[in-house]
């Protein structure tokens, strides 16, 4: 069996954080098993999608390295959606419904006062031809219900274990509008059967759901053949750092409001892989050491917390991690190509890569020095030796502590701020060296 996978984003909006997660999960899987990822545009609502979204959905993605083997748009096969409408509408499993919304919402709260699970009554099956041709003459629209067999639906989960659902206290699913339009689930199944998707991974606020689909796929499985049931596996939600919900603006972030940001696209994989999962949070070198980690047995069922300082932690460390022939391009693009010593030096120093700017600025560019003691930057003019090389920082500071008395941070400091006008940074023996001699000097100057 040729695993196959899909992720199957809604172009009404950009993906975020949580959409990502599944995205990542999907893909790690596929390629850990030879398979295939599709990209499965949900874009059945005309109305609210936009190509604009879709093709930001392809930007993030392929940004992220997510790339697919096979890509759809669902609102290119409403036929076959159609075709299987009509299938299960002959085999009675698809009926006619004209309950408006307000009708539905009293019988709901009937039966709430009286006690009774606020489930569909089924009210349209008993509907005669000629009552239903009065609604038609009334100006209603049916809108269409699966009908549910009504047991108990049991399935093994790759990150839940055995699994039940029991549909008898589950209300038949519309799964066409009064406007004629498909809603989720039916394209959904359709076209994980068409596309022979073994695996469906995605979050656990589908589980209910998947005891319905699983009972829509029994009853396409003739229409396509006999095609065998996917695989499910449902991982815990999102969580804020507290273990509360997340808040709209954290659930809400989007990949490219990330990549806007300066965030690199390793942490973010890095982040979304490992987080819920026994494996230590920490940056992975690569994709491909993502790929090889990925086993659902780490996945634990307690729902993950999404930490923004954490996704910054990681993010520092793919640049901390990152070689000068992995960042050089970069650098260029950012006139702050310095060399290799340079990035080695300030690279432990930056949360975004923008920031090597700053530290470029302060090596190759004018700056004002913080000078609170003038007698001893004074002193310290005087002891720089005459030729400044890359172990010269040693000896220098140590002639300046015999000379002043000065040692430890009231060393260190006033060396430090005189010549990068910061408080704090990177090495200063290898930093003072990148600086030269010559504005070593003018900086001690004020």
């Known amino acids: ?184 689930t039916l394209p959904s199944v359709v076209d994980d059967i068409d596309m022979k998707i073994t695996h469906v991974i995605r979050g656990e606020d589908h589980v209910a759901n998947t005891g319905t689909q699983l009972e829509i796929f029994e009853a396409l499985s003739a229409f396509f053949g006999g095609s065998p049931l996917p695989i499910f596996a449902h991982m815990p939600l999102l969580v804020g750092a507290d273990g509360e919900g997340l808040s709209k603006r954290l659930g809400s972030m989007s990949i490219s409001q990330m990549r806007e940001d300066g965030l690199e696209p390793l942490a973010i994989t890095s982040h979304l892989a490992k987080i819920g999962t026994s494996d230590a949070l920490e940056a992975a070198p690569s994709l491909m050491a993502l790929v090889e980690g990925q086993d659902f047995d780490k996945m634990g069922r307690a729902p993950a917390r999404y930490d923004f300082d954490d996704l910054m932690r990681l993010n520092a460390q793919v640049l901390q991690n990152m070689s000068y022939a992995e960042a050089k391009s970069r650098l260029e693009a950012l006139n702050a190509d310095l060399g290799e010593l340079f990035w080695d030096t300030v690279k432990m120093n930056l949360h975004k890569f923008a920031e090597v700017t700053d530290w470029a600025q302060i090596i190759g560019g004018d700056i004002t020095p913080k000078i609170e003691d003038a007698a001893f930057a004074a002193k310290a003019l005087e002891l720089l030796p005459a030729e400044y090389g890359r172990d010269s920082w040693s000896a220098w500071s140590g002639a300046i502590k015999e000379a002043t008395g000065a040692k430890g941070k009231a060393l260190f400091m006033p060396l430090r701020q005189a010549l990068t006008g910061m408080d704090h940074g990177p090495d200063m023996g290898a930093l003072s060296f990148l600086i030269g001699r010559d504005k070593i000097a003018k900086r001690l100057q004020g």
């Open 1 to 184: 069996m040729t695993v196959k996978v899909r992720f199957a984003p809604s172009p009404t909006g950009r993906i975020h954080a949580g959409n990502v997660r599944a995205a990542i999960q999907n893909w790690l899987f596929a390629q850990k098993h030879q398979g295939v990822f599709v990209l499965r545009i949900d874009d059945t609502d005309l109305e609210r999608s936009t190509k604009e979204n879709e093709d930001l959905i392809e930007t993030d993605l392929k940004w992220l390295g997510l790339e697919w083997g096979e890509r759809y748009n669902q609102s290119k096969r409403f036929d076959i959606y159609q075709k299987c409408a009509d299938a299960l509408k002959a085999n009675g499993r698809l009926y006619a419904c004209y309950e408006t919304a307000d009708e539905l919402d009293r019988r709901r709260k009937v039966q709430l006062s009286r006690g009774l699970p606020p489930v569909y009554d089924r009210a349209a099956l008993k509907l005669t031809d000629a009552e239903k041709a009065a609604y038609e003459a009334e100006g209603r629209k049916a809108h269409w219900r699966f009908k549910l067999d009504g047991k108990r639906v049991v399935w093994e989960d790759l990150v839940r274990g055995h699994c039940e659902v029991d549909t008898t206290s589950m209300s038949d699913p519309v799964l066409i509008r009064e406007d004629g339009a498909f809603l989720y």
